[in-house]
């Protein structure tokens, strides 16, 4: 019975992003949505739709070429993709007062892994309310920055700001502005680091710093005890990189942006600097940021910070040679360390076949160009090396759009649903050693 509702869930779960990329897309393609002088074919409406929905932010035309209308439905789409379309219709039956059935409540328990059905409730209302609330603080953070840019009337401003919140936040990368975040001012830059990182978190953090405040928990869970370990790390080393790399081959960044392009790398999207004038060792760092992502339950992709934590300890523990994995003086079951290191190799061979594939399909970007299309795709991330989104063939942005959502899924889902569901095996087998390494 169990197993009957997680393939429902991953049927809703998958189900619900296609209905509203498909809803997306023929909300676009409406006469006038799109003002801008380049031809908006179909699957340039299809390719954006899935961008916002699967909170990417790879675009083939700029934002502000589409009309208020059109600015508004890639915000409808990009809050359904950031927040869960799932949590968002089980948030209205909490708040109709009809509470969650047992049948939702095994769902959502079942779809993050994580929780008891006690909990479900609970782990809705708080991640709407979170998201929410912390978008709204984030206006009110953004607003100053937008102001002392100047260019805007005082509506288009305050749209900006609501814009670019919700956009950070959901860590979709979209700005309602020329050349992303560019020359913007730096109380922008500050407002919209601050929600990529809460974004990024994820609910399950949120949820158990909560409890602990509440007294209700001694101590953090060892998932929160690595996510903000390895979020820490990642942006302070992230920004340190950046910044030596550029001071190494003569073009240094300033702090604020080396620190911006490190936290918006890892899925976010938006960018202060121009890519393209990075050093070959920055976008390699950047390449892998953006595979890494953000933490699970959050509104950022890539394989994910606790998964990459899980693996890099079972390594340390076997170069040790310790026979179980270790963190936080917690033993990891050998179920999640597997687990992790599929995700990873799932990720990487999709890049590879990506970055194989893709070349073949458009022959404008160089290989770099495409490799790094490719891993933006896939991990929702949203960065780009100059106009290489835009200069794709027909069949290069359909494989860019199935990444996108395959990405936003998430490969190993995906590949349940694909494989009808997860079979444990009940037969003990002969154990028999196989030569590795």
Known sequence: MQQRFVKYGQTLFIG????????????????????????????????????????????VVPVEKFSFAGQFILLVLLQIGGIGIMTLSSALLLLLGGGLSFSDSLLVSNLNDKFSLRGASALIRISILYSFISEGIGVLLILPGVILSGGYPWWRMLWNAFFLSVSSFCNAGLAPLPNSLEGQHALTKIGC???????????????????????????????????????????????????????????????????????????????????????????????????????????????????????????????????????????????????????????????????????????????????????????????????TTANQSMWGKLLLTAFMFIGRIGPLTFL??????????????????VIVG
């Open 193 to 387: 680091c601050f929600l990529i990182v809460l974004g990024g978190l994820g609910i399950y953090v949120i949820y158990d710093i909560m409890e602990f405040l509440r007294k209700r928990r001694r101590s953090l869970q060892v998932h929160t005890k690595v996510v903000l370990f390895s979020t820490t790390v990642l942006l302070a080393g992230g920004a340190v990189l950046l910044w030596s790399f550029g001071s190494l081959y003569g073009q240094s960044l300033d702090p604020l942006d080396a620190l911006f392009t490190s936290a918006t790398c890892r899925t976010a999207g938006f960018t202060c600097i121009e890519v393209a004038s990075l050093p070959a060792a920055s976008l390699a760092l950047i390449v892998i940021l953006m595979m890494i992502g953000g933490a699970p339950g959050s509104t950022a992709g890539g394989i994910k910070t606790s998964t990459i934590a899980v693996a890099a300890a079972a390594i340390w523990n076997t170069l040790k040679g310790n026979q179980e994995t270790l963190l936080f003086r917690r033993r990891i079951p050998n179920v999640i360390v597997l687990r992790a290191f599929t995700i990873i190799v799932l990720f990487s061979l999709l890049a590879c076949l990506g970055a194989v594939v893709l070349p073949l399909l458009s022959s404008k970007p160089t290989i770099s160009e495409n490799v790094f299309e490719v891993v933006s795709a896939l991990c929702t991330v949203g960065m780009s090396i100059g106009k």
């Open 16 to 59: 619900s992003f296609a209905v509203a990329v498909a809803f997306g897309t023929l909300a676009l393609m409406v006469p006038g949505i799109y003002q801008g002088e380049e031809e908006f074919r179909w699957y340039d409406c299809l390719f954006t739709a899935t961008s916002s929905v699967c909170v990417t932010g790879l675009t």
């Open 416 to 433: 349940l649903f694909l494989l009808d569901r997860e079979r444990p095996s009940q037969l003990q087998h002969p154990e028999e050693r």
